[in-house]
C-alpha cells in the first residue's frame, strides 16, 4: 500500500540510492531501505505501519534479537486473552530472530522489519479491541471503534519505546476488574477441561434438600470434579449417598450462583442443564465475554450506565465509583433488547406510549380481533397521523395486518401505563429506551426477559434525579409532586451519561463475584465461530 501523495519510486532504485549512501554499511542503510521501500509501495503493510515509520524517521526497531524474543512472548500469551497465537506464526518469528540482519540482502532486511512491526501492530490492536469486528455480527452495532491509523501508529511508538515490549503489550489490555476475573476463569476453566469431560446429570423431576433420588450421587461426582468438597461442607463421603442432605444443598446453591441461576437449592432443569455444560464449553464461553468485553472496554472509561442485559441489573458509575444500581427488566428472546451505545435525551414525565410497529402488529391488532374492549382496557386510543381521533368501529380489524394499519394507537399517560410515569429517553432510531413500568412484580423474577426490547427500571425516579442534577430545584418531594400532577412534559438531563447496553454471558454479581449467565439470545454461537475462523 503506497502512501497517498508520496511519489512513486522503484524499490530497486530507492536501494541502490541507499547503498551508495551508506558507502557498505547496511545497518546505517536500513531507515533509507524502508523509505524506499514504503514510497516504492512494494511491501504490503498497512497505513497504520506506514505511518509508523514515517513518525519515527524510518529508523529500524528489530535490530535486536531479544527484542523479537519478547515479541514471540507477548504473541504466547495471547493464549492468556483467549486469543489464538497460532495465527501470529510465532516459529517463523523465531527463524527472523536467529537470522544476523546484516548478512541478510538489503531487500530482504526491509521484509523482515515490516514483517515484525506488523505482527506487533496486529498483536496490539487484537488485544486492545479485539479480533471480531462486531459490526459484522450486528447491524445496531455503534460502539466507539477502534483507533484510526494515527491514533494506532502513536500507540505503536509508545509501546516499542518502552523498557519491556512484552509488558508493554500487555498493558493494551482492558484494565477492567471484569477482564481480569475472565482471565483468572479462562485459566481454572482450562486446567479443569484437560482433566477431560466432567459426570452428566440425568434429567428427571425436580430434586429438592431433603429428598433421596438416584439421580444425588451424580449430582455429587459433578460437583466434586469442579471441586465442591475438598475441605469445605464434606460434600464427597455423605452417610446416605443417594440422600439430597445440606451440605449438598450448599454446594448446589454455591454452583447455581457461578451458573447465573436463583440460588434456591432446587435441582430442576435449568440447573441440570447449567451442570451438564462442560468445562471445554466454559472455556468457549469466557474466550467469547473477553473478545465482548475488548469491543466496548474504552466505552466503560469515565462516567457511564451499564445496563448489563442478561444480569437483569443496571449500574450508574460516577468519577469511578458507584452511584445507582437497579433491577431491570430486559426484551424477551423474540424481541431482543440490542448491544448499543447511547445516551439519554431527556425525561418525559407521565409519558403518553405510541404502540411500536411490532407491538402493533403482534400485540394489539391480534388482541383486538380476539377482544374488541382490548383498546378501553388498556386506555388506548387510535389517532391517525395528524392526532386526530379515530372511531376503532370503522376500522377493519381482521383484515388490518395484512392491509397495512394507517394509524397510530396511543396508550394515555399514568402510572397505570405501560412506560410507568418516567422515561428515559435516548437517541438511537430503533425506540429503544429506558422507561418506569406498571408491572412491577415482574421485578421479583429470577429471570426477567419479559419485555418488547426496551429496559424497564425499578428505581427510575432514583436515576431521574442523578440525571437531573439540580438538588436545589428537583428534590424527590418536587419530582413526585411533578409526576403526581399527571400532566406530560420533557424536561432536559444536567447529565448527559453514555448509556451501554451491553450484553455478556458471564461477568460478576452483586457482590462482585464470578458467573457465568444463561445465554438468553442465543449469541455465543456466532461470536466464537467468528473469532475461530481462519485470519482473512
Not at 554499511?25 to 505511518?51: K, M, N
Not at 419479559?450 to 428537583?474: F, H, M, T, Y
Amino acid at each position: 500500500m503506497a502512501v497517498i501523495g508520496a511519489p512513486q519510486t522503484t524499490l530497486a532504485v530507492g536501494v541502490a540510492a541507499a547503498d551508495g549512501a551508506a558507502a557498505g554499511q547496511p545497518a546505517a542503510a536500513l531507515p533509507a531501505l524502508i523509505e524506499a521501500g514504503l514510497l516504492a509501495g512494494a511491501y504490503d503493510v498497512d497505513e497504520t505501519v506506514q505511518i509508523f515509520y514515517r513518525q519515527r524517521g524510518f529508523q529500524p526497531v528489530w535490530n535486536r534479537p531479544e527484542r523479537i524474543h519478547e515479541l514471540i512472548a507477548a504473541v504466547e500469551a495471547l493464549r492468556d486473552h483467549g486469543l489464538d497465537p497460532s495465527e501470529f506464526e510465532a516459529d517463523g518469528l523465531r527463524a527472523e530472530a536467529s537470522l544476523s540482519v546484516a548478512a541478510l540482502p538489503p531487500e530482504r532486511q526491509v521484509e523482515r522489519e515490516l514483517r515484525l512491526t506488523g505482527t506487533l501492530a496486529r498483536l496490539v490492536q487484537q488485544i486492545r479491541f479485539g479480533r471480531v469486528d462486531p459490526r459484522g455480527l450486528y447491524r445496531m452495532w455503534n460502539f466507539s471503534v477502534p483507533e484510526q491509523a494515527f491514533e494506532r501508529a502513536l500507540r505503536l511508538s509508545g509501546v516499542v519505546d518502552g523498557p519491556s515490549l512484552q509488558a508493554a503489550v500487555e498493558a493494551q489490555a482492558p484494565d477492567l476488574p471484569l477482564y481480569r476475573e475472565l482471565r483468572a476463569a479462562l485459566q481454572q476453566y482450562r486446567a479443569l477441561a484437560a482433566l477431560g469431560d466432567w459426570p452428566k446429570v440425568p434429567g428427571g423431576a425436580t430434586l429438592r434438600p431433603g429428598e433421596r433420588s438416584a439421580r444425588v450421587p451424580a449430582v455429587r461426582a459433578r460437583l466434586a470434579a469442579e471441586g465442591e468438597g475438598e475441605g469445605d461442607d464434606g460434600l464427597v463421603g455423605s452417610d446416605d449417598p443417594a440422600r439430597y442432605d445440606d451440605a449438598l444443598a450448599r454446594a448446589v446453591m454455591r454452583f447455581q450462583q457461578r451458573a447465573g441461576l436463583a440460588p434456591d437449592a432446587a435441582i430442576g432443569r435449568q440447573t441440570v442443564d447449567a451442570l451438564n455444560i462442560g468445562p471445554a464449553q466454559r472455556v468457549d464461553q469466557i474466550r467469547v465475554n473477553l473478545e465482548r468485553l475488548r469491543w466496548v472496554a474504552q466505552d466503560m472509561q469515565g462516567d457511564h450506565l451499564l445496563v448489563d442485559i442478561t444480569a437483569y441489573h443496571a449500574h450508574l458509575w460516577l468519577g469511578g465509583l458507584p452511584a445507582w444500581s437497579s433491577r431491570v427488566i430486559v426484551g424477551k428472546s423474540a424481541r431482543a433488547t440490542p448491544a448499543l451505545l447511547d445516551s439519554v435525551q431527556h425525561l418525559v414525565f407521565n409519558p403518553k406510549w405510541v404502540v411500536p410497529p411490532t407491538i402493533l402488529r403482534e400485540d394489539v391488532i391480534p388482541g383486538v380481533v380476539r377482544n374488541p374492549e382490548y383498546l378501553t382496557d388498556h386506555r388506548m386510543r387510535v389517532v391517525d397521523r395528524s392526532g386526530q381521533a379515530v372511531d376503532p368501529a370503522l376500522i377493519d380489524w381482521q383484515n388490518a395486518r395484512r392491509s397495512g394499519f394507517p394509524y397510530m394507537i396511543v396508550q394515555a399517560s399514568g402510572a397505570d401505563g405501560s412506560l410507568g410515569r418516567i422515561k428515559f429517553s435516548l437517541a438511537n432510531p430503533y425506540s429503544i429506551y429506558l422507561h418506569d413500568t406498571n408491572a412491577r412484580s415482574l421485578f421479583r423474577r429470577d429471570m426477567r426477559a419479559l419485555s418488547s426490547g426496551c429496559v424497564r427500571l425499578e428505581k427510575p425516579q432514583e436515576l431521574a434525579l442523578i440525571l437531573l442534577d439540580d438538588a436545589a430545584r428537583w428534590t424527590p418531594e418536587a419530582l413526585e409532586a411533578a409526576l403526581a400532577g399527571g400532566k406530560t412534559r420533557s424536561v432536559p438531563v444536567a447529565r448527559e451519561i453514555p448509556v451501554l447496553l451491553h450484553y455478556a454471558t458471564a461477568g460478576l454479581d452483586e457482590e462482585g463475584r464470578f458467573q457465568f449467565r444463561p445465554d438468553i439470545y442465543d449469541r455465543d454461537a456466532a461470536v466464537l465461530a467468528a473469532l475461530n475462523a481462519a485470519p482473512r
